[in-house]
């Protein structure tokens, strides 16, 4: 089955200051899709992004940005210019099939960014 | 927008007692699902069901059971609510086409004691 790991715990940081987010995944399958959801203190989690595996390239949305390394089963997440609103708990996922019936969560990572 | 909600926020039982947690959405979506969130352990999947009266066991089924007798709700059940149970409980939908993305409630905080 597949598997997510987001070693990072708890990260802080100051305002403005960059920071990654590391991923890892494992998955005997050769089409799998990839996600990052953010969950704010309200508690209700928010999509970031869907990605396919057969899609390396990176991409960027603003601040935010995902690195897809095949070759070391990773999906890493960098926030740029890290501000107050960014505080909150990031999970990332894998899901094996096309409708994501099956995805499963990492243990997600707290990110507190002070002013 | 998509909505999904849940009947409670916070919700404190007693061990033994018949729980049920209801969720709505409003997007016609086939799938749902129920995860419980666990400090630590990330969100792990209970049950989820891909039709009217159909479902499917998840990573971590026992002791809870579900209902889906219409498209747009999802019930889970606490069949005899015991202390190992209090936990966040997250209810999804997902979208049949464009990205797929699951559409989240904002959690039901269920405390047993």
């Known amino acids: 089955a597949q598997k997510v790991t987001q070693a990072q715990t708890e990260i802080s940081v100051v305002e403005k200051e960059d920071v990654t987010l590391d991923c890892v995944y494992e998955?005997?399958?050769?089409?799998?899709?990839l996600f990052w959801y953010k969950q704010p203190p309200s508690g209700e989690l928010v999509f970031l992004i869907r990605?396919?595996?057969?899609?390396?390239q990176n991409e960027i949305s603003g601040r935010y940005s995902w690195n897809f390394q095949k070759s070391t089963s990773s999906f890493n997440f960098t926030i740029t210019a890290s501000q107050v609103v960014d505080s909150a708990v990031y999970f990332c996922?894998?899901?094996?099939?096309?409708?994501?019936?099956?995805?499963?969560f990492g243990a997600g990572t707290r990110l507190t960014v002070k002013p | 927008d998509v909505k999904v909600t849940q009947s409670s926020r916070y919700l404190v039982k007693r061990t033994g007692e018949k729980v049920f947690l209801e969720c709505v959405q409003d997007?016609?979506?086939?799938?749902m699902f129920w995860y419980r969130q666990d400090p630590g352990l990330g969100l792990r999947l209970i049950y989820f069901?891909?039709?009217?009266?159909?479902?499917e066991k998840g990573d971590i089924p026992e002791g809870y059971s579900v209902s889906r007798e219409k498209k747009e709700r999802f019930s889970l059940i606490l069949e005899s609510a015991s202390t190992n149970q209090t936990s966040m409980y997250l209810c999804a939908s997902i979208s049949g086409q464009g990205t797929y993305e699951q559409y989240f409630g904002p959690g039901t905080r269920l405390t047993v004691t």
């Open positions: 990605r396919n595996s057969f899609d390396e």
């Open positions: 997007m016609d979506h086939e799938n």
């Open positions: 998955t005997r399958d050769t089409t799998y899709y």
């Open positions: 996922a894998l899901s094996e099939s096309f409708n994501n019936n099956d995805m499963r």
């Open positions: 069901s891909y039709d009217v009266k159909m479902k």
